[in-house]
């Protein structure tokens, strides 16, 4: 199996830049995707491939990726970005498609 | 605009086989390199991808459960279906079925766009 390892929570006061990662041995060869999901609600993907952002999404939020290990980075973290985020890739061979285990975004 | 919907059972008895549906909308699923696949979250857990359905008919599905589900589509109602057999409480969560699409670069896919997800209980 392949897996996408996260740390469960992180807590940042508003304004302050919150950095969650992501760890996997794919990583190098794989892009990296950021899913934020907000309580009660459906995820929506904030970056892909490790450091693009679809339109809508603010700028504060940003991706990078170095070796095994992806960022999503929140610049200036807001009260409304208090949400789950989850990493999402594939492994080397393609056979596995892996959420991290999600971290929890405490702003307050 | 993209929507998808899920449709189903909200309670299932343990050892039943659930039926879940996908109904979408703007897309087509003869388009080539899209896809539609199902993720399941358990309450207070984390996002398990399970299975996916390629314009082509290419299916894949997740390693651990691939002996109990199957993957299905009707391109010409826009559906997608997903059987699951032998449920257990553990399998109690909620699914959602999601857009799948070769991101920019043209080698990665990912999911784009979600359903609003369907709570599956599992219990007798």
């Known amino acids: 199996s392949y897996e996408l390892t996260q740390p469960p929570s992180v807590s940042v006061s508003p304004g302050q830049t919150a950095r969650i990662t992501c760890s996997g041995d794919a990583l190098p060869r794989k892009f990296a995707y950021w899913y934020q999901q907000k309580s009660g609600q459906a995820p929506v993907v904030v970056i892909y491939e490790d450091s693009k952002r679809p339109s809508g999404i603010p700028e504060r939020f940003s991706g990078s990726s170095s070796g095994t290990m992806a960022t999503l980075t929140i610049s200036g973290a807001q009260v409304e970005d208090e949400a789950d985020y989850y990493c999402?890739?594939?492994?080397?061979?393609?056979?596995?498609?892996?959420f991290g285990g999600g971290t929890k975004l405490t702003v307050l | 605009q993209i929507t998808l919907k899920e449709s189903g059972p909200t309670l299932v008895k343990p050892t039943q086989t659930l039926t879940l549906t996908c109904t979408f909308s703007g897309f087509s699923l003869s388009t080539s390199r899209v896809g539609v696949g199902w993720i399941r979250q358990p309450p207070g857990k984390a996002l398990e991808w399970l299975a996916l359905i390629y314009w082509d008919d290419d299916k894949r599905y997740s390693p651990s459960l691939k002996s109990r589900l199957t993957i299905t589509k009707d391109t010409s109602k826009n559906q997608v279906v997903l059987t699951m057999t032998n449920m257990d409480p553990v399998d109690t969560a909620t699914y959602y079925c999601?857009?799948?699409?070769?991101?920019?670069?043209?080698?990665?896919?990912?999911?784009?766009?979600w359903g609003q997800g369907t709570l599956v209980t599992v219990s007798s």
């Open positions: 999601a857009h799948w699409t070769l991101s920019a670069a043209g080698i990665q896919y990912y999911f784009d766009y």
């Open positions: 999402f890739s594939t492994d080397s061979s393609g056979n596995y498609r892996v």
